[in-house]
């Protein structure tokens, strides 16, 4: 597949956490689809979608019949996928000292206009 500037890199805003677990699903869904296509991804985590980003957070969400959100977790990070944690969502929600999953960085607006210079498809969960 042959990626154009504009569809190159696919950002996946998330602002839902366990509260509802399956926006959470398909954005993770969706990222990792993005990886296997070959595509960079990022999520955007911001609202209670910063809740996600702690260590364990996606483990403890159970959709029965679904994906394992740890396994697909997972297989975003290793294969490249970034997690952009919102910083005022961060602390807003009391969570600075959080100990954070892997591929997680507490990073704002600035990091999310770098990821999508020169365009990026947008999805939002």
């Given at each position: 597949m042959t990626n154009n500037t504009s569809d190159a890199r696919v950002l996946i805003g998330l602002s839902h956490g366990a509260e509802e677990p399956e926006n959470v699903l398909i954005a993770y869904l969706m990222g990792v689809e993005a990886l296997?296509?070959?595509?960079?991804?990022?999520l955007w985590l911001t609202k209670n979608g910063v809740e996600t980003a702690v260590d364990g957070a996606v483990a403890e969400m159970d959709l029965p019949g679904a994906p394992s959100l740890a396994a697909l977790h997972a297989e975003f990070v290793e294969t490249g996928g970034?997690?952009?944690?919102?910083?005022?969502?961060?602390k807003l929600r009391s969570l600075t000292d959080a100990t954070w999953a892997a591929g997680v960085e507490v990073a704002g607006a600035p990091a999310v206009y770098d990821f999508t210079a020169g365009g990026a498809l947008v999805f939002n969960y």
């Amino acid at each position: 597949m042959t990626n154009n500037t504009s569809d190159a890199r696919v950002l996946i805003g998330l602002s839902h956490g366990a509260e509802e677990p399956e926006n959470v699903l398909i954005a993770y869904l969706m990222g990792v689809e993005a990886l296997r296509a070959g595509k960079e991804a990022a999520l955007w985590l911001t609202k209670n979608g910063v809740e996600t980003a702690v260590d364990g957070a996606v483990a403890e969400m159970d959709l029965p019949g679904a994906p394992s959100l740890a396994a697909l977790h997972a297989e975003f990070v290793e294969t490249g996928g970034r997690l952009l944690a919102c910083p005022v969502c961060v602390k807003l929600r009391s969570l600075t000292d959080a100990t954070w999953a892997a591929g997680v960085e507490v990073a704002g607006a600035p990091a999310v206009y770098d990821f999508t210079a020169g365009g990026a498809l947008v999805f939002n969960y």
